[in-house]
């Protein structure tokens, strides 16, 4: 049997309907942008898979890095014990974060990291005897898929099912000249009930890589400031390069409180999450009284392997050639985007740093589970390049070291879908 037939016997696969869904291909190795299946069919990872891939797959040094580690010290108990990879991850971590970042707390993924942001934040208000109870996110957010994750993130398909058992968010349009003022009235008039303040800085990933001006986002997280609401950076996507720079925020002229992280952290290696926050956040949880505790952990927090992945990642992370070479990729989409335009199928080309999101012209249709969603995505496989659409959106967001003919191949083949389908 093959790797596939046996799949379909034992596994149940994510955001996957599994009575209609094709058949998933068995993948036996990867190297650089690529992955290969059962048959040796090379297939050019032009997502990262799921975003979480930066240097490419088996990368050898990561590799040699988490070898060497296993040798070591493969886990500990992280209450009350410590080790090497997370003190050394958590320092060079902060040294390349807003000044303003001060302590790390370590989690699993991308969904546990904003789960302990927005648990730090309720409590430091429970802590300091206020009644803060309501979070303020923007509309069509998409943070996680764990509750509090959910809860925070837009209502879609992907809640309807949780709806009533989800904790009640005030969401806020995307901040534009247009809206700005309005925006700030409203943070205002909620200004003594809101915990905290959530965004994905710059660009909203799930919504269909929808993106917006740093400087209305500095508008409203300075208001946040002079009303005392925290505000959270969710930057598990857009970490590590995606944005052109290290991290959306340091677009950005005001700084978050705390920050999460997943994803790029470990190269796309190994499962890590990582919440930082500021030292007066920290601070609100140092009392003699045990109840005033973050009561929040996981069996594998802070994983020495996870950790040493995560430092090898940074290692290639702040090498010259992976700043080279994220530029590349920025000039390259920059390029692309400037072909496309006017084109007759396409609405709109979005493009931030080493992320660029072509969105089909299809009138009304422009749901995720669309047919043409389902046709795209089968006409770049078939193509030998993963491409996963939201809906009518098409994204692009390769690995640091994919080559210039490669993306030269995904931008004739996306070309050539749009003269096709």
Not at 9 to 16: E, L
Not at 250 to 279: N, Y
Request: hydrophobic share 40%; proline share 3%; with cysteine.
């Amino acid at each position: 049997m093959t790797l596939s037939e046996r799949d379909l016997k034992v596994i149940w696969h994510p955001y996957t309907q599994m009575q209609t869904a094709a058949a998933p291909v068995g993948i036996v190795r990867g190297e650089g942008a690529c992955v290969y299946d059962e048959d040796g069919k090379c297939y050019i990872d032009a997502i990262s898979s799921w975003w979480v891939n930066i240097h490419g797959h088996a990368h050898p040094y990561i590799a040699a890095k988490v070898a060497e580690q296993l040798k070591t010290l493969e886990h500990v108990i992280f209450a009350g014990f410590t080790h090497e990879p997370a003190v050394e991850l958590a320092e060079r971590l902060l040294a390349l974060l807003p000044s303003n970042q001060a302590k790390v707390f370590y989690s699993d993924n991308g969904s546990t990291a904003v789960e302990v942001a927005l648990k730090m934040c309720l409590q430091y208000w429970y802590n300091k005897g206020e009644q803060r109870t309501k979070i303020l996110a923007f509309k069509n957010a998409y943070h996680g898929d764990t509750f509090g994750a959910m809860a925070v993130s837009g209502r879609s398909a992907f809640t309807n099912a949780f709806e009533k058992l989800l904790f009640d968010v005030e969401f806020i349009d995307l901040p534009t000249a247009d809206n700005i003022s309005e925006l700030r009235s409203k943070i205002s008039a909620l200004s003594s009930q809101l915990a905290c303040f959530i965004v994905e800085p710059l660009v909203q990933g799930s919504a269909g890589m929808i993106m917006y001006e740093a400087a209305y986002l500095d508008d409203l997280m300075q208001h946040c400031r002079e009303e005392g609401i925290f505000t959270i950076a969710d930057e598990v996507f857009t970490g590590f390069g995606r944005t052109g720079k290290n991290f959306a925020s340091d677009h950005l002229q005001h700084q978050p409180d705390i920050m999460c992280f997943s994803k790029g952290l470990t190269g796309g290696t190994m499962a890590l999450g990582v919440t930082t926050c500021t030292q007066y956040i920290y601070d609100a949880f140092l009392s003699d009284d045990r109840l005033k505790t973050l009561f929040h952990g996981h069996s594998f927090t802070a994983n020495p392997i996870a950790c040493a992945a995560a430092l090898a990642s940074m290692d290639l992370f702040t090498q010259p050639e992976t700043v080279q070479n994220i530029q590349r990729i920025v000039d390259h989409h920059r390029e692309f985007a400037m072909k496309l335009q006017g084109h007759p199928r396409i609405k709109e080309v979005r493009q931030t740093g080493t992320i660029i999101a072509i969105e089909w012209e299809t009138g009304n249709d422009t749901s995720y589970f669309s047919n043409l969603r389902d046709s795209l995505y089968q006409y770049f496989l078939s193509a030998g390049i993963i491409l996963r659409p939201l809906g009518n959106i098409v994204y692009i967001l390769p690995p640091y070291c994919i080559t210039n003919e490669q993306l030269g191949y995904i931008y004739s083949t996306i070309q050539q879908a749009l003269d096709t389908i």
